[in-house]
């Protein structure tokens, strides 16, 4: 009988679905052994590609750089540091923004109190074909950052 079954093109379906279960079964648990890694802010260094709709081009660019809990960067006038916090799942956050006084007159100015704002907003985050995308509540884009250049030319 397992002869006929075998023999049979329902038999040689139900082995083929049963070969494509113990396959998939194996790759997840592949899965679940290896899981994809979280997205990382930390250890790269970002410039300022867009603010809202607006695209810049700024020299030198407006940058963010993360460590362990500190982000700092430049802000078009002045150095700027805080805290922030950044889950695996685009939780994200930034505490009280600190930033050198140089004095800032006209469209620098303004460029940068609009980046503080934007970047007190910020809530969400997301690292999509080597962009960070840093988003509000409701998942706008409020800003999209470029890996940096390094200083031959090469992204990092």
Known sequence: MLKKLLSSVTGQILIVLLGLAIVSACSNLDTQANPKPAMS???TQW???KLGKDTLTL???ISINFDSDRVAGYSGCNRYFASYTASGDGVFGVGPIGATKMACMGEGGQLEQRY???LGKANQYGIILNQLHLMDAKRNVLM???VAKTETGNNK
Do not use: D, M, S, T
Request: avoid cysteine; proline fraction near 13%; charged fraction near 20%.
């Open 41 to 43: 802010v930390a250890g």
């Open 47 to 49: 410039e300022l590609h």
């Open 59 to 61: 020299a030198p660019p």
């Open 116 to 118: 503080f704002e934007e």
């Open 144 to 146: 999209v950052f470029n």
